[in-house]
């Protein structure tokens, strides 16, 4: 079981959008720790796609958008595309357990 | 441009030892926490321990905390993971990334991985 829980799947149409949401406790993201979201095509190591809650890498398309609000964050991704089909992950930090700490993963498929 | 190249991974019976190391080019290593990430078949990611520069702090996960040590050589640019004792929920395909953060993680480089399989 993760210390931050999302949703094993969420699907959409193409050029639809969809949320992906990350929920913690108080000892990770209610504590103020930054929320990152990672990106995993199929076969391949994972991608940073969000950075400090809501930021971008330079490439990363402003498709893909992050938010946090008290004890959890959520990733949308507008204008789905069929190259959008991957593993997703959230990670913050956890004081109580001095760890770094992983969503379960929500994989994508595009409809 | 930033590399990190995995070798190491195979084959080991359960409570045999692995060594996994991790070449790094691209960027001053000595500068930066470096990491270990790995994720079982099919399954998520799970952080597994952190260095710091000088190799002054390390952090594990608890269910690594005494079979797996992390180490690394600034002068030859490596990371290493030492792994003693495997289990056959060992089994992963193991990544070295950069922590951004230091040890609460921001992963912006990651390696290609290699799998570790243990079973008998």
Known sequence: ?111 | EVQLVESGGGLVQPGGSLRLSCAASGFTFSNYWMSWVRQAPGKGLEWVANIKQDGSEKYYVDSVKGRFTISRDNAKNSLYLQMNSLRAEDTAVYYCARPLYGNKGLFDYWGQGTLDTVSS
Do not use: M
Not at chain 1, 13 to 20: C, E
Not at chain 1, 25 to 35: P, T
Not at chain 1, 69 to 82: E, F
């Open chain 1, 1 to 111: 079981q993760s210390v931050l829980t999302q949703p094993p799947s969420v699907s959409g149409a193409p050029g639809q959008r969809v949320t992906i949401s990350c929920t913690g406790s108080s000892s990770n993201i209610g504590a103020g720790y930054d929320v990152h979201w990672y990106q995993q095509l199929p076969g391949t190591a994972p991608k940073r796609l969000i950075y400090g809650n809501s930021n971008r890498p330079s490439g990363v398309p402003d498709r893909f958008s992050g938010s946090k609000s008290g004890t959890s964050a959520s990733l949308a991704i507008t204008g789905l595309q069929t190259e959008d089909e991957a593993d997703y992950y959230c990670q913050s930090y956890d004081s109580s357990l001095s760890a770094v700490v992983f969503g379960g993963g929500t994989k994508l498929t595009v409809l």
